[in-house]
């Protein structure tokens, strides 16, 4: 049997994903030790990210070749609207900080850039181009989610355990699963040189996923502080 282009992907992204469980926000996830302010922008940032990421799910499913891929995207659009988001709402809660207020947050430069480019790529080519740009992130978070899950006393006190448990859930699975499927599938036909420019975009977004983590760790949100 040939080898399965996530096979191919996986080989390329290893160093890079290994790379983001040596990272200090994320080690701090798995050990509770990360401080609040930090994971307080991760919970903002990653909210405006993930009302641009739901776009891409939109766009796959216009996108989509056939009714049973419109139907996988429909149902990882509702995955992250009403699954995902409600834990980084959950947690707000907990910090006193509203749904609204999350909606308001200013995009920093990175998430602007991350966003932009996957949108960029998405709304240019067809729907491969939608599952490549999407898969890094979600195949991503879920790596983390069951790594640090492993880790001693990662599930038992620890402010972040929900963090955990999301990202290391059956649902999840299930949700980067289908995306990896979806990848196989758009794959196949596919010439090598056009398999390259796939594998570009995912090799490309592990390395925003790192910039993402790094953005965090920094609070950082442009170089210039200015009213908007
Ligand atoms: C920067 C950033 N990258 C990846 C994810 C994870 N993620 C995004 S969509 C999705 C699947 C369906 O909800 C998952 C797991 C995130 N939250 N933030």
């Known amino acids: 049997m040939s080898q399965l282009f996530t096979d191919r992907l996986w080989n390329k992204v290893e160093p890079i994903w290994n790379s983001y469980l040596e990272h200090p926000f994320v080690k701090g996830l798995g050990d509770g030790t990360l ?16 009302i641009e990421y739901s776009r891409l ?10 009714l049973e891929m419109m139907t996988t995207f429909a149902k990882l659009l509702h995955g992250v609207l009403d699954v995902e988001m409600e834990l980084h709402r959950n947690y707000a809660a907990d910090f006193g900080i509203s749904a609204e207020e999350l909606e308001q947050t200013e995009p920093s430069a990175i998430t602007t850039a991350y966003t932009s480019y996957m949108l960029n790529l998405s709304q240019r080519g067809g729907v491969e181009n939608v599952v490549a740009s ?3 992130c979600e195949w991503s978070y879920l790596f983390i989610g069951s790594s640090l899950a492993k880790w001693p006393g990662a599930l038992e006190d620890n402010f972040y355990r929900s963090w955990v448990e999301m990202y290391s859930s059956a ?3 299930e949700l980067a699963e289908s995306s990896k499927q979806l990848m196989n599938k758009v794959a196949e036909r596919k010439s090598e040189q056009e398999l ?6 995912v090799v490309r977004t592990s390395q925003l996923e790192y910039m993402f983590w790094d953005m965090v760790e920094g609070k950082e949100g442009w170089p210039v502080q200015v009213e908007t």
């Open 171 to 173: 649902e999840f699975t």
């Open 196 to 201: 390259a420019r796939l594998e570009e975009i």
């Open 35 to 50: 401080e609040q302010e930090k994971f307080k922008h991760w919970l903002k940032q990653d909210y405006v990210y993930l």
């Open 134 to 136: 999407v898969l890094a």
């Open 57 to 66: 799910f939109a766009l796959g499913a216009s996108k989509s070749e056939d």
